[in-house]
């Protein structure tokens, strides 16, 4: 067995073992040592065998025939009104996937500029007391209050809910189970006073937004006053999770209706509860002067950049010349200190006028008293909250239905199976046709037939004299111009040929 030397390296010349050696050998390079060969194990190699080519796919498809049109004359072969029948449900066809597309396009386009709808949200704040020394008697005893730290406690419960808004068909309502939670949860919904304007249930179940979906967190600060514990005013933060791109809902720990904490202490305690609303698009506190020209006080930033478009547009502040280059007047001198400014970098020159939305501040008083929890009756404040549109949930479930897509499939293997079908009838006219002529005069059939693939053959092979084997010398080949024979699409093919054999490839 010969050894594998590596690649570059010259083998010694090989000698028969009969045949006698004459002298001693030469001197000369050592001949290098073949490396031992490992074997590879057979997962790591890389299957190239029977591997389908990327272009096969490719190939496949622009074998497929794609025509669903009937080829013409056909109509006069067929007995019955099938073709016309299929003609009139191909108009039909094609008006109806014109206005799918169009339906489609004007839903796309209501998505992306579809405003955000505002709700009123009610919160609910109250607190309950334990172990008070007015509870427990330590009171009368002559002790003041606050000398017997840790004994009293007390527990505050924050609520929001959605109100149901009457006047709009369209608003979503919370879900059943909202009633069976604020029974559950405590009395804080009961304490309100007016059934009227406790959130209704409505015959329809939709998704339930809940009081954490609409702030990115909530803060308590406690006031600092002389004679309280600092562990006791120590400030209560809740923050809001950051969520994975693909996650769509919260998880079950931030998801909630009411907050609650409970704590120690014997006097009356002032807070300020901060709510950081969470909003996308986020909303953006705007400057006088970019709020002079918006007329508004808050905006995200593509309706910002949206606004000044509109504002230049109905100002006429565009150049003639250069449409992208804007002439800023007193106002837009105001927001971006220049007299000229061109419109791609507006978006990157509003930030200085930008700021966060301040947060919602709702004071509240902790009560421990006595005469306070005799007839304990929550505080209740109204906020504004952005909720989505529900005709865009409805919308969104429209374009991304995945019944659509298993129907576009669907008829996608219909056409398919269709354009076969047409593709027989076309094969089935043309052997029609040869039948026929062939069936009234076969011998002047048979001699245009043969003359006909003589002259193909000749074409392809390159070998057709002038006219294709005919005779060249007639007057139509001996004019030109667009309207000639050689203007034809079976002589472009005649030259290509001609041109592609090795004799022409090789002359040239």
Same mark, same amino acid.
């Given at each position: 067995?010969?050894?594998?030397?590596?690649?570059?390296?010259?083998?010694?010349?090989?000698?028969?073992?009969?045949?006698?050696?004459?002298?001693?050998?030469?001197?000369?390079?050592?001949?290098?040592?073949?490396?031992?060969?490992?074997?590879?194990?057979?997962?790591?190699?890389?299957?190239?065998?029977?591997?389908?080519?990327?272009?096969?796919?490719?190939?496949?498809?622009?074998?497929?025939? &794609?025509?669903?049109?009937?080829?013409?004359?056909?109509?006069?072969?067929?007995?019955?009104?099938?073709?016309?029948?299929?003609?009139?449900?191909?108009?039909?066809?094609?008006?109806?996937?014109?206005?799918?597309?169009?339906?489609?396009?004007?839903?796309?386009?209501?998505?992306?500029?579809?405003?955000?709808?505002?709700?009123?949200?009610?919160?609910?704040?109250?607190?309950?007391?334990?172990?008070?020394?007015?509870?427990?008697?330590?009171?009368?005893?002559?002790?003041?209050?606050?000398?017997?730290?840790?004994?009293?406690?007390?527990?505050?419960?924050?609520?929001?809910?959605?109100?149901?808004?009457?006047?709009?068909?369209?608003?979503?309502?919370?879900?059943?189970?909202?009633?069976?939670?604020?029974?559950?949860?405590?009395?804080?919904?009961?304490?309100?006073?007016?059934?009227?304007?406790?959130?209704?249930?409505?015959?329809?179940?939709?998704?339930? #937004?809940?009081?954490?979906?609409?702030?990115?967190?909530? &803060?308590?600060?406690?006031?600092?006053?002389?004679?309280?514990?600092?562990?006791?005013?120590?400030?209560?933060?809740?923050?809001?999770?950051?969520?994975?791109?693909?996650?769509?809902?919260?998880?079950?720990?931030?998801?909630?209706?009411?907050?609650?904490?409970?704590?120690?202490?014997?006097?009356?305690?002032?807070?300020?509860?901060?709510?950081?609303?969470?909003?996308?698009?986020?909303?953006?506190?705007?400057?006088?002067?970019?709020?002079?020209?918006?007329?508004? *006080?808050? *905006?995200?930033?593509?309706?910002?950049?949206?606004?000044?478009?509109?504002?230049?547009?109905?100002?006429?502040?565009?150049?003639?010349?250069?449409?992208?280059?804007?002439?800023?007047?007193?106002?837009?001198?105001?927001?971006?200190?220049?007299?000229?400014?061109?419109?791609?970098?507006?978006?990157?020159?509003?930030?200085?006028?930008?700021?966060?939305?301040?947060?919602?501040?709702?004071?509240?008083?902790?009560?421990?008293?006595?005469?306070?929890?005799?007839?304990?009756?929550?505080?209740?404040?109204?906020?504004?909250?952005?909720?989505?549109?529900?005709?865009?949930?409805?919308?969104?479930?429209?374009?991304?239905?995945? #019944?659509?897509?298993?129907?576009?499939?669907?008829?996608?293997?219909?056409?398919?199976?269709?354009?076969?079908?047409?593709?027989?009838?076309?094969?089935?006219?043309?052997?029609?046709?040869?039948?026929?002529?062939?069936?009234?005069?076969?011998?002047?059939?048979?001699?245009?037939?043969?003359?006909?693939?003589?002259?193909?053959?000749?074409?392809?092979?390159? *070998?057709?004299?002038?006219?294709?084997?005919?005779?060249?010398?007639?007057?139509?080949?001996?004019?030109?111009?667009? *309207?000639?024979?050689?203007?034809?699409?079976?002589?472009?093919?005649?030259?290509?040929?001609?041109?592609?054999?090795?004799?022409?490839?090789?002359?040239?």
């Amino acid at each position: 067995m010969q050894p594998n030397y590596a690649r570059g390296f010259p083998q010694a010349a090989q000698r028969s073992p009969a045949t006698p050696r004459r002298g001693p050998p030469a001197p000369g390079p050592a001949l290098p040592v073949p490396m031992p060969q490992h074997a590879v194990p057979p997962q790591y190699i890389p299957p190239q065998r029977n591997m389908p080519h990327p272009n096969d796919a490719a190939q496949r498809r622009s074998r497929k025939p &794609t025509d669903r049109n009937i080829p013409d004359g056909i109509e006069d072969v067929i007995i019955g009104e099938g073709v016309q029948q299929y003609k009139s449900l191909r108009d039909l066809e094609k008006r109806l996937d014109a206005s799918i597309v169009r339906k489609r396009l004007d839903i796309q386009d209501s998505i992306s500029k579809t405003v955000k709808k505002y709700r009123t949200m009610r919160i609910w704040i109250s607190n309950t007391v334990e172990n008070q020394p007015w509870q427990t008697g330590a009171g009368q005893n002559g002790a003041a209050p606050g000398s017997n730290p840790g004994s009293g406690r007390y527990k505050v419960k924050i609520e929001g809910r959605l109100l149901d808004d009457d006047t709009d068909p369209t608003a979503p309502d919370d879900s059943e189970d909202e009633g069976e939670n604020a029974e559950a949860n405590g009395d804080a919904m009961e304490h309100d006073g007016q059934d009227a304007e406790k959130p209704k249930k409505s015959a329809a179940k939709r998704p339930k #937004q809940r009081f954490s979906q609409f702030f990115r967190s909530i &803060t308590i600060d406690f006031d600092k006053s002389p004679s309280s514990n600092p562990e006791e005013t120590k400030t209560i933060s809740w923050m809001k999770p950051q969520l994975p791109a693909n996650a769509v809902t919260l998880p079950p720990t931030a998801d909630f209706d009411s907050l609650q904490f409970s704590r120690a202490s014997q006097e009356n305690l002032n807070v300020t509860i901060s709510l950081v609303r969470d909003e996308a698009p986020e909303r953006y506190k705007l400057s006088k002067e970019l709020a002079e020209v918006l007329d508004v *006080e808050e *905006e995200t930033r593509s309706g910002i950049v949206l606004g000044i478009w509109d504002y230049i547009r109905a100002m006429g502040l565009q150049e003639d010349e250069e449409k992208r280059l804007v002439r800023c007047d007193h106002r837009l001198r105001a927001i971006f200190g220049r007299d000229q400014m061109f419109f791609p970098q507006i978006p990157e020159s509003i930030g200085p006028h930008t700021s966060p939305l301040d947060p919602i501040k709702l004071p509240y008083t902790i009560r421990v008293d006595e005469d306070f929890h005799k007839e304990p009756t929550p505080t209740v404040y109204d906020i504004q909250v952005a909720v989505e549109d529900p005709l865009r949930a409805k919308m969104l479930a429209l374009t991304q239905n995945p #019944q659509y897509t298993a129907g576009l499939r669907q008829i996608a293997a219909l056409d398919d199976q269709v354009a076969l079908i047409v593709q027989a009838l076309t094969h089935s006219r043309a052997k029609h046709s040869f039948y026929t002529a062939l069936s009234k005069d076969p011998a002047t059939f048979l001699r245009r037939w043969v003359n006909s693939q003589r002259r193909d053959l000749e074409t392809i092979l390159g *070998e057709a004299t002038r006219g294709g084997g005919e005779d060249g010398s007639g007057p139509e080949f001996r004019r030109g111009g667009a *309207e000639s024979v050689w203007d034809t699409q079976v002589a472009r093919e005649a030259v290509r040929y001609m041109l592609a054999k090795p004799e022409a490839a090789a002359a040239r």
